[in-house]
């Protein structure tokens, strides 16, 4: 008898650390499973070399026939699907996000587009109010399924099809094959903000595998996902900080990036470029390095986020402004991700010392309510989400002020969780960072707690509980 077989769609950087660097795909293997990788063809060799072992196989996602099915085969069907299963998720769940990206579509559409949208609310606000009508966009998904995985699943004959998202993605064509194959299917929820952001699934999934209660019950009420479809697998990715595996020590982190070592670090992570510039937040803090008016003497590390590296001219134009005011301020230092290449792009496990690092050795983190929140308190660093809203915006395109997103669902569980502080302002800036310069563990417990709620398990074992999941499935 062959062994079982279990496909792994990978088409994310993070993806990659969150299957190959933990424990879920060791243990899979160790337990007699083979397992075909799939990720981006450019790649393939690149991942083989670093990651092969027995019992891998690493075969290419083909995003790009993916990419030319949906822009081919019916798009303005497809892309209508693709909008209403992002746009209807259950209005029993917190829609905040969702009536954002609802927002940016009709700001951004095309005349003729926009010009339907009043029919296009109604048709939201029905399925939002109607789990058959949910369930039936869900199904008609599968009207789309291509052929392009059909010699891998006739060469391999998998057991089981794992994707790194609920078919949010290119991935979903895999998924929809799946099932035309008769293969089980199952999901991983890769980011934090994923069931309140991405809605409805881009196929029919039998199992999906999430980091908590908090997540498990916006699959439930937003998605409308069965309980007994949820695994709470907790969050691989993170177990190599549970562990501090990565970490490097401050010494050396320091002469890394030639910091002071007699300054305090406040680390600032660039998010949510997608709706708002960031450059206000960093002007801000540069100016209080550069001044007198922190508590103790302080310098400042900025890191990039993975889109100032595309060619959206608005976020390399920022990334243009942001080494420019490095070169202005003599205290103010620059850390670029490091990408892994091909499609995966600056989202990428080469980067996890790096970062892992940077939280670590930061005397106060700060970002914009990003993912970083949940990594910065597993590393008990103290957190600021700084939201000074940009004079600007995106000028022409949509923007948000950063001071009106603390609704958001994670944004929102941030927050109650009383893990960090928020600064709308300069003065507001000043003084919460002045707070933990002065009483770093001033939130201490209550960032635990916020880990404990998010991550579930904490103590690195989080790859081999989703390995036992996935395994449970054959």
């Given at each position: 008898m062959r062994a079982k077989r279990i496909f792994i769609s990978a088409d994310h950087g993070l993806a990659i650390v969150y299957f190959l660097q933990t424990d879920v795909v060791s243990s899979i293997i160790a337990a007699g499973v083979e397992v075909i990788l799939l990720t981006d063809d450019e790649l393939k060799e690149k991942i083989d070399q670093r990651f092969g072992r027995p019992g891998l196989t690493i075969e290419g996602l083909r995003l790009n026939q993916a990419r030319n099915y949906f822009q081919n085969e019916h798009n303005s069907s497809q892309w209508w699907l693709d909008f209403f299963r992002r746009a209807s998720a259950s209005s029993r769940m917190n829609l905040e996000t969702v009536n954002n990206y609802v927002n940016w579509v009709k700001t951004e559409a095309p005349s003729k587009r926009r010009a339907i949208f009043p029919l296009v609310r109604m048709a939201v606000h029905l399925m939002r109010h109607s789990r058959s009508a949910r369930q039936a966009l869900v199904y008609r998904q599968h009207r789309f399924t291509p052929d392009i995985y059909g010699d891998l699943f006739e060469k391999y004959r998998p057991d089981l099809v794992v994707s790194s998202t609920a078919g949010w993605r290119l991935d979903r064509y895999i998924l929809r094959e799946a099932r035309a194959h008769g293969v089980s299917t199952a999901a991983i929820v890769l980011g934090w903000d994923n069931p309140s952001s991405h809605a409805l699934p881009g196929a029919k999934i039998d199992h999906i595998s999430c980091w908590s209660e908090a997540q498990k019950e916006e699959l439930i009420l937003g998605s409308d996902w069965r309980p007994e479809q949820i695994n709470i697998g907790g969050i691989p990715s993170y177990d190599g900080y549970f562990r501090m595996q990565w970490q490097l020590n401050r010494a050396e982190y320091y002469r890394l990036h030639r910091l002071n070592p007699e300054r305090k670090l406040l680390g600032y992570a660039c998010s949510f470029v997608t709706y708002s510039p960031n450059i206000q937040?960093?002007?801000?803090?540069?100016?209080?390095?550069?001044?007198?008016?922190?508590?103790?003497?302080?310098?400042l590390l900025v890191r990039l986020h993975p889109n100032h590296f595309t060619k959206v001219r608005r976020w390399s134009s920022e990334r243009e402004q942001i080494h420019k005011l490095v070169q202005e301020y003599p205290l103010v230092h620059l850390v670029e991700p490091v990408p892994l290449g091909g499609e995966l792009g600056y989202y990428s496990g080469e980067d996890m010392p790096e970062k892992?690092?940077?939280?670590?050795?930061?005397?106060?983190?700060?970002?914009?309510?990003?993912?970083?929140?949940?990594?910065?308190?597993?590393?008990?660093?103290?957190?600021?989400s700084a939201v000074i809203d940009s004079p600007t915006g995106w000028p022409g395109e949509y923007s948000l002020p950063l001071s009106k997103i603390g609704g958001w669902p994670t944004h929102s569980r941030f927050r109650q969780a009383g893990a960090g502080r928020v600064a709308t302002n300069p003065d507001e800036l000043r003084q919460a960072i002045n707070n933990y310069l002065g009483n770093p563990t001033l939130d201490l417990e209550a960032q635990r707690a916020f880990v404990r709620q998010e991550c579930t398990f904490t103590d690195g074992s989080a790859g081999r509980h989703t390995a036992e999941h996935l395994l449970s499935l054959l």
């Open positions: 937040n960093i002007e801000a803090l540069a100016r209080l390095v550069s001044s007198v008016q922190l508590a103790k003497p302080c310098q892992s690092s940077m939280m670590a050795h930061s005397d106060v983190f700060l970002t914009v309510y990003s993912t970083m929140v949940v990594e910065a308190s597993i590393h008990e660093t103290p957190i600021i």
